[in-house]
């Protein structure tokens, strides 16, 4: 069992930035890897970003590539989102989430634990 805690959440202008963290414990963290996804009211929860187990590697969904940027700490068993350059469409529930299985995992499905979200709203 993995746990996944996030946080740094919160309401932001357009134009701003927020930095989200996800705290892991449980199985060897740098086993896995780590995916960050959102879901916005009304919609299906959607892939924003990962990273490989080393975090050597990233990979980004096309809406956040640019702006958005996935990092982890293993020896802090934690993983980040920064955000930068906020749009009111980035409003959403954001999660994250560990998986087994490569960098380009984007299905929801393939992912095995999962955090509880962290509220991102942002202001036009």
């Known amino acids: 069992q993995v746990q996944l805690v996030e946080s740094g959440g919160g309401l932001v202008q357009a134009g701003g930035s927020l930095r989200l963290s996800c705290a892991a414990s449980?199985?060897?963290?740098?086993?896995?890897?780590m995916g960050w996804f959102r879901q916005a009211p009304g919609k299906e929860r959607e892939f924003v970003a990962s990273i490989s187990t080393s975090g050597r590697f990233t990979y980004y969904a096309d809406s956040v590539k640019g702006r958005f940027t996935i990092s982890r700490d293993n020896a802090k068993n934690t993983v980040y989102l920064q955000m930068n350059s906020l749009k009111p469409e980035d409003t959403a529930v954001y999660y994250c989430?560990?998986?087994?299985?490569?960098?380009?995992?984007?299905?929801?499905?393939?992912?095995?634990?999962w955090g509880q979200g962290t509220q991102v709203t942002v202001s036009s």
């Open positions: 449980g199985r060897t963290f740098s086993n896995y890897t």
């Open positions: 989430a560990a998986t087994e299985l490569g960098l380009t995992t984007t299905r929801v499905i393939s992912y095995d634990y």
